[in-house]
């Protein structure tokens, strides 16, 4: 069964410094997301993207935030200065299609750690 | 704004029997509902959706899922629990103003005891 992919598992950094987390989705879906979770709380969405463009993104996706698909088959999210408070578990998500028969699949997690 | 409440941190069930978490949302038009699991360094896996249509909802592993529009519930249960249903479940809706954004709520710790 195919799966949404994410590297590395884990990722400590220190603050300030740049990460980028990647994700491979499945291999015939069109629109991809980024969520989080920091320790304790609700999963929250990140961004989505579609064609090559975001389509959406929350308010805690600011300057700092950026994604990219850089070739046919990685989705990226970079942060560009770490800060603390960016420790989370990071969600990759693709999906077929949009609209009502959306069904979004996740990978595994990379957990984040900025020290 | 659209969201889903789960009232409970944590449902404890002995094997064999039945096993209910629950969920209630909160949205204006027609409810887009979901719930995933997420067993232990695992991501969310997808276990069934509401979209319309019939009011129980069969999904993967045995787990189905009520739908009831009079009391803004999405309840997940299954008739007979393994210890393997142990792990966190989450009921998410999706905000249908937007590119597919899907609300979590808080997760719910099914310990399923032998």
């Known amino acids: 069964e195919p799966e949404v992919t994410q590297t590395p598992s884990h990722q400590v950094t220190q603050m300030g410094q740049e990460v980028i987390l990647r994700c491979v989705p499945i291999?015939?879906?069109?629109?991809f997301y980024w969520y989080r979770q920091i320790l304790g709380q609700k999963v929250e969405f990140l961004v989505s993207f579609y064609n090559n463009e975001i389509s959406e993104k929350s308010e805690i996706f600011d300057d700092q935030f950026s994604v990219e698909r850089p070739d046919g088959s990685n989705f990226t999210l970079k942060i560009r200065s770490t800060k603390l408070e960016d420790s989370a578990m990071y969600f990759c998500?693709?999906?077929?299609?949009?609209?009502?028969?959306?069904?979004?699949?996740f990978g595994p997690g990379t957990r984040l750690l900025v020290l | 704004a659209q969201s889903v409440a789960q009232p409970e941190d944590q449902v404890n069930v002995a094997e064999g029997n039945p096993l209910t978490v629950k969920c209630t949302y909160s949205?204006?038009?027609?409810?887009?509902l979901f719930w995933y699991v997420q067993y232990p360094n695992r991501g969310l896996q997808f276990l069934l959706k509401y979209i319309t249509g019939d009011n129980l909802v069969k999904g993967s592993y045995g787990f189905e899922a009520e739908f009831n529009k009079s009391q803004t519930s999405f309840h997940l249960k299954k008739p007979s629990a393994l210890v393997s249903d142990s792990a966190l479940y989450f009921c998410?809706?999706?905000?249908?103003?937007?590119?597919?954004?899907?609300?979590f709520g808080a997760g719910t710790q099914v310990v399923v005891t032998p």
């Open positions: 949205v204006s038009g027609n409810p887009y």
């Open positions: 291999s015939n879906h069109l629109y």
């Open positions: 998410a809706v999706r905000d249908m103003g937007s590119w597919g954004k899907l609300q």
């Open positions: 998500a693709s999906s077929d299609q949009a609209g009502a028969q959306e069904t979004q699949y």
